[in-house]
C-alpha cells in the first residue's frame, strides 16, 4: 500500500502531494515490472515464452510512460526537468539548469 512509504502524517499532506504520491509509487512499481519482464525473458529458453514476457515488458513500459506524462501535466517542477532532459542531443550529464 502506498501510505506505508509516506514520510509525513497523511493528513498533513496536501491532496496534490498525495496524488504525486500515488503517481510516483505507481512510475516505481511500473519501472520494478519491467525490470521484472526483463529478466525472466533473459532468463527463458522457450521462444513463445520469451516474446510474451517481453510483451508483457513493453506494456509496463507503456504504463510508465502514461504515469510519467501524468506527473508531467501536474507538477510543474518535474515538467521543466522532462522538458530539460529529455529528449536532447549531447552529453546526458552536462550543463544543467540549477533552477
Not at 493528513?11 to 498525495?18: A, G, I, P, V
Not at 517481453?54 to 504515469?67: D, P
Amino acid at each position: 500500500m502506498s501510505s506505508e512509504s509516506l514520510h509525513a502524517p497523511r493528513e498533513r499532506l496536501s491532496k496534490e502531494t498525495l496524488e504525486l504520491h500515488h503517481a510516483i509509487v505507481s512510475l516505481m512499481e511500473e519501472i520494478e515490472a519491467v525490470d521484472w519482464y526483463r529478466q525472466r525473458a533473459d532468463d527463458c529458453e522457450d521462444e513463445q515464452l520469451k516474446e510474451i514476457l517481453l510483451h508483457n515488458m513493453r506494456e509496463e513500459m507503456e504504463h510508465a510512460a502514461m504515469v510519467l506524462e501524468w506527473i508531467r501535466r501536474n507538477n510543474d517542477d518535474f515538467a521543466h526537468q522532462l522538458k530539460s532532459n529529455l529528449f536532447k542531443d549531447g552529453p546526458i550529464a552536462g550543463d544543467h539548469d540549477e533552477d
